[in-house]
């Protein structure tokens, strides 16, 4: 058994040894309590060294973590995150088999945490334990990752690709320059928004027809006549899925060089209210915007129809996954309960 300096690259096979050394090579930004942390580290990993450690830390992603969590000390770090890097090594290969998408992080450890994050949906508070923990056994003289989710939030918003795991495909050339979508599964969008806690508890399965003092109300959508007319086109049994998306253009690099039209998804079975906050929202995909060489080009009726047929392409791929689902639906959880849904598009907003 020998013991390495996680400070430096020395080895030392006496415990003894080790402890003097270490209370030298200590930098002196750690103060005793991280010491004291550091040592009971040292005696639950007695029989897994350092090295090892690192190679555990090198996977891409993580298992769930409660974002609930509001407080998280050192011990509960050590069993907790021990216990998702060894669940996720399952995952591995099933990551390696995804197409990579070029994104300008700093490094790839620094793309990975930003990639746990976004998935899983952790808090700040766990994402910047996840910091706390890697820096303190990484062994490393600089830190790859962000000091703060916070930081490395802001980051991916000002990346000329904000989010991740998404699909890059050609939709259409104009002018000799090769246009692309940014995008990924409509399904997927739509299944996070149900996972969400309290969805079920704001969320319409049915038509409701609403009167106030004899006069029809339309307060959600729910309660409108395309929703009751959708309604009755359903097989027995079968529930209505109302799907909306809304665009507008932004720029999407630190320089405003480059923009992107990015189209969110929501649902507006969702009553209004709760659809409205941030997370009953998903962003589905970037649409790219063509660009013209001058006032002239960008008036001209040819522009105009590539400029359409552009969009149209775009939502064509993106919306292809609702026409499989025609004939038979679709069943997801609402909940913990299957229910059998027929998607219809209600609402497509852009400016």
């Avoid at 949906?121 to 600089?142: M, P, Q, R, S, Y």
């Amino acid at each position: 058994m020998s013991y390495k300096c996680p400070f430096c690259p020395r080895y030392f096979s006496t415990r003894s040894a080790y402890t003097k050394h270490k209370n030298f090579c200590t930098p002196p930004n750690n103060d005793s309590s991280d010491s004291e942390e550091l040592e009971e580290f040292e005696h639950k990993t007695n029989n897994h060294d350092i090295e090892s450690f690192q190679s555990m830390m090198s996977i891409s992603e993580v298992g769930e973590i409660d974002q609930n969590i509001e407080e998280i000390d050192h011990d509960e770090n050590e069993n907790v995150f021990e216990n998702i890097l060894e669940d996720s090594d399952s995952e591995l290969n099933e990551e390696e088999s995804k197409p990579e998408i070029n994104v300008n992080y700093p490094s790839e450890v620094y793309g990975d945490l930003m990639a746990l994050v976004t998935k899983h949906k952790l808090n700040n508070v766990t994402g910047n334990a996840i910091i706390k923990f890697f820096n303190k056994h990484a062994n490393l003289d600089k830190s790859p990752l962000p000091r703060s989710i916070k930081q490395g939030r802001k980051y991916m918003d000002n990346m000329k690709l904000p989010n991740l795991n998404y699909t890059k495909t050609s939709i259409m050339n104009y002018n000799n320059n090769e246009y692309f979508l940014y995008h990924q599964s409509l399904i997927n969008c739509i299944k996070n928004i149900l996972s969400i806690s309290d969805i079920s508890q704001n969320f319409a399965l049915t038509f409701e027809k609403v009167e106030h003092n004899s006069e029809r109300e339309f307060s959600e959508q729910n309660t409108g006549i395309w929703w009751e007319n959708a309604e009755k086109s359903l097989p027995p049994g079968a529930k209505l899925l109302s799907l909306i998306l809304y665009s507008d253009a932004t720029n999407v690099d630190t320089l405003g060089k480059s923009q992107l039209h990015p189209i969110y998804l929501s649902i507006g079975n969702i009553k209004n209210w709760r659809r409205n906050k941030k997370d009953a929202k998903q962003l589905l995909a970037y649409l790219p915007i063509l660009k013209s060489n001058n006032i002239t080009e960008r008036k001209s009726e040819t522009f105009k129809i590539a400029v359409c047929e552009c969009f149209h392409k775009s939502l064509e791929l993106l919306l292809d996954p609702l026409l499989k689902l025609n004939k038979n639906g679709i069943d997801l959880f609402l909940n913990n309960e299957m229910i059998w849904f027929y998607p219809r598009v209600s609402a497509i907003i852009c400016d």
